[in-house]
């Protein structure tokens, strides 16, 4: 294979793969000058010309004239004046010989590993590029279409054919793909795994959340609205805490929009994802009410040093507080940066009850705790649910419902 058809046949291949001029000369010259060292044992007194175009390769030796008889001549940049008029007949002492060195001169062999070195280098550079490109997007929306579902991870591939990772872990629980399907998800990180680029996609980051209002509310992405805060239970319930320092809007409703209409466009791509947006504010308490919403607050208790807050609500308001699943008071505790234990507002019937605090010397500890993450502080309290009521509101088992039922009756039958 002469010089031509090789750098010809690399040049089209390079381009195939979008590789810059630049780029493409420096990759032929490093695979040149490689073989130039493994032949001569260095490549520092060499000069190696590309024109990519022609596909002309032109590679110089050059060296120093030096006496027969001088020490130097053995050096790497030196030959003797017997050996350089050789090459030409009127050379004389310290001129320099610019010697052409063929392709073929490093043997056919040489040749062909060179032509794998350089496809090797530029599947390479295509796996940087690659890299590069989508760190770079981290963070930011992009689609792609489903072409294999796995048992734990779904492959799509982007607009220019390169493969990204959708993991189960990052699906929205209710997502379900078909081939073919778009999809939408931000790019969550990229890795290199044994030399090839890994982007994974995620649908349950809450950047996610936060790019999507960007897209659908004008004023999130010109910056006139700041989202301060956002948490996710995937696919069920999200809070969103919104601020604006320009008084004429209102965060909420921009938000939202009319009749629902840019709230209604994310809640459809988060598979009907619950999206609580509300207004942000430096006032703990204010904050901590908002975030329980749509429960009534009546009474809150701040433990700063704890990171604690005892919030007191209506009886009818305690089952809105903590939500479906318990989704509402947890989103609530992240949102606000404290744990959120909420407490029964006691009725004049309600004064005969008795603090749950009062059993510990017959209830275990842990089961009283349990108990109070669901608002339930008292034995009433408790008295007033069935069994199946606490088997799907807390952890506990059914015999230990039993033994607290028990306990608790017999103090009121006393």
Known sequence: MDAKVLIESFAEFAKSKNVDRPTMIRILED?????????????????????????????????????????????????????????????????????????????RRAVMMARQTLIQKIKDLE????????????????????????????L??????????????EQIPKDRFRKGDTVRAIVHKVE????????????????????????????????????RKIVREPGERAKVAVESYDDRIDPVGACVGM??????????????????????????????QRALSPAKVSSITVDKENKRISVYLKP??????????GY?????????????DVFRELSDYEEEDVDLEEFADEIDSWVIDELKKTGLDTAKSVLSLTKEDLLRRTELEEETIDEVFKILKQEFEQ
């Open 328 to 340: 509402n008071i947890r989103l609530a505790s992240r949102l606000v940066g404290y744990e959120i």
């Open 31 to 107: 695979v040149f000058r490689a073989m130039i060292r493994k032949k001569y044992e260095t490549d520092e007194n060499f000069d190696v010309t590309i024109n990519a175009d022609k596909g002309d390769l032109e590679i110089f030796r050059i060296r120093e004239i030096v006496d027969d008889n001088s020490e130097d001549i053995w050096d790497f940049d030196k030959i003797s004046l017997s050996e350089a008029r050789k090459i030409e007949p009127d050379f004389e002492v310290g001129e320099e010989v610019y010697e052409k060195i063929e392709l073929e001169e490093f043997g």
């Open 156 to 169: 799509l591939i982007d607009g220019e054919g390169n493969e990204l990772i959708l993991p189960k872990s």
């Open 259 to 288: 009749k629902g209409s840019r709230i209604h466009a994310i809640v459809r791509e988060l598979q009907n994802e619950n999206i609580d947006v509300i207004n942000y504010t430096d006032n703990l308490e204010l904050y901590v």
């Open 127 to 154: 796996k940087d590029l690659l890299f590069n490109q989508y760190e770079e997007l981290v963070g930011e929306i992009v689609s792609a279409e489903v072409y294999q579902i796995l048992g734990r991870e779904v």
């Open 316 to 325: 009818d308001q305690v089952s809105l507080a903590i939500g479906k699943g």
């Open 192 to 227: 290199m795994v044994n030399g090839n680029p890994k982007i994974i996609l995620s649908r349950t980051s809450p950047i996610f959340l936060e790019r999507l209002f960007e897209n659908e509310v004008p004023e999130v992405f010109d910056g006139l609205i700041t989202i």
